[in-house]
């Protein structure tokens, strides 16, 4: 199961009734943030998921209304406690822009680990955090070595259409495979490993090597999200998104008069993102990004239904829990 939480709707501006459009995923208890605009924690707070969970922070782009709040947050996850390092990954020149915004949040008492414009980065999440997956080989003769490297998550990026370097976001959460005796019986895997082999992916035992393979049934379909935000639709957007479980996406301008402003500030109008959305084939299309000039967005859903049926419009702190499917 994952949780998807949209902390705020708006694009542009902070406003009144509309925070900064942000997501935060809750998976296994850890938390993968979303951009981080101005007040991005304080709708958090709202929300009460807590700070010290926050694993990794994924910024879209370099525009205010999606990165200005960050240097606060980390100064509040650092006073909730946290040690472990935190991952931040973004665009081309997010190493510059966060270490310019730590000027005003030097010291913290975890360390950050910033990736800057990655295509794909694999995750290992326990309880204890969303860590990225190096693929550390630590095997010792004779003994058990049991190797974290199991990826649960598997996070793939866009180059976006914007007027900025952008990056859309795909997150692939994995399902654990079942155990199949069989299987491991027809391998000849020792009992004593079956257990084991539930968890990590090779065990070395008596000299011997086996591997995960070996007990498990076939790989079962995980949960799918994606969240385009700031951009033009485009024909690659589509296989990127593709059956997406959720798709979130922004839809800067409600009304089809204002296509000439999208294709001017780079943004979409509903219309457009369902279109996307249905091209995709995804299940859901979330909303989200809004005007600070559309005070009512809901009189424009229309203009998303006509183009794909299953469109819901974000609310702030509008959340949507997703269950693997067999
Ligand atoms: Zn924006
Ligand atoms: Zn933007």
Known sequence: MVEVCLLGTGGGMPMPFRYLSATLINFKGRKV?????????????????????????CITHIHGDHIVGLPGLL???????????????????ITEVVNG??????????????????????????????????EVLRNKQGKIVELD??????????????STNCLGYSFYFKRDRKFNVESALQNA?????????????????????YTSDMVLGDERRGIKITLVTDSRPTSIISSFIKHSDLFICE?????????????????????????VAKTGEVKELLLTHFSPAMAQPNEFIGNAKNEFCNTTLGEDRMIKTLCYTD
């Open 33 to 57: 943030l979303i951009d981080c605009g101005e007040g991005t924690q304080v709708s958090m707070k709202m929300v009460g998921w807590g700070f010290k969970t926050v694993d990794v922070i």
């Open 75 to 93: 100064s509040t996850i650092g006073n909730s406690g946290r040690t472990n390092p935190l991952t931040i990954i973004g665009p081309e020149g």
């Open 101 to 134: 915004l730590r000027v005003i949040a030097k010291f913290l008492p975890y360390d950050i680990n910033i990736i800057e414009n990655p295509e794909i980065v694999n995750f290992n999440v326990n309880k204890n955090g969303i860590y990225v997956n190096m």
């Open 149 to 162: 490297n199991k990826g649960h998550l598997v996070l793939n990026t866009l180059e976006l259409e914007h």
């Open 189 to 209: 895997v020792p009992k004593v490993l079956w257990s084991k082999l539930q968890k990590s992916d090779r065990v070395v035992f008596e000299e011997k090597e």
């Open 251 to 275: 839809g800067t301008y409600g009304d089809d008069a204002d296509i000439e402003k999208a294709i001017k500030n780079k943004h979409m109008t509903f219309r457009e993102a369902a279109t």
